[in-house]
């Protein structure tokens, strides 16, 4: 009767590791929709919200850790059960680093203090954006119903982001060429391209996770990779 009442306990260790889990997916979610939310209206008063929100991921991603500790003492898992301890800590470590990126992105929206150029400047980041959001939407998702095949085409989806941010750098050079006064709010925007992409990065290490837990060892293969060329080798390359 002990056994099992321990057992009862120990599951709902891990429920409460996977709901905490999923609600700073949520958050994320938020926060990456609400930074370029405020970049696209120039949203200053909406940007100052996204950074004031990131200490809500930062907390739980506190709590996640204190929990693990605490389940890893009490319960001493082992194979599967510990994966999913190792698994949670892992999400919350990338989706904590998805937090600070929007609010790196709502920092330049502050920064910008609303000097704006034309609006098809941004539609670039915003098309990231929305590829970005879908692929957190998918592998979370993945996380939460142990699917293996769709983590895997979060994990082939990548390489379509890191094109998609080479190729709005190179139309951001495009437009500081043709007019100077689109070359501070182009730069701000590069870096904007740039955390997006990095989200884009870490939702790949989620599916990776999700691989890891399911299967108990990491993807054989290689993570493909798209041409993630830098600014400066772009600019060398347009002369």
Known sequence: MNDQHTAKAFDGDL???????????????KQVADSVDA????????????????????ALQR?????????IARRQPMAVDLRDIVG????????????????????????????FPPAKLIRGVEHMTDLVLEQLKLVLDAYARRDISKAM??????????????????????YMMEDPRNITFCIHLMFCA?????????ATNIAETVHYVIEGRPIADQRPKGDTTTIAALVAGDR
């Open 15 to 29: 429920q409460d590791l996977a709901r905490m889990v999923a609600e700073m997916g949520g958050l994320a979610e």
């Open 63 to 71: 709590e996640i850790e204190e929990k693990s500790v605490l389940t």
């Open 88 to 115: 949670a800590l892992r999400l919350a470590n990338d989706l904590e680093r998805i937090g600070d990126l929007a609010k790196n992105i709502a920092k330049r929206v502050i920064a910008l203090n609303g000097e």
């Open 153 to 174: 085409a979060v994990w082939r989806g990548d390489e379509e982001i890191d094109a998609v941010c080479t190729s709005v750098f190179r139309e951001l050079l495009t």
């Open 194 to 202: 740039k955390n997006i992409e990095r989200m884009g990065d870490h």
């Open 39 to 58: 970049l696209a209206k120039r949203d200053s008063a909406l940007a100052t919200r996204v950074t004031i929100a990131d200490a809500n991921i930062d």
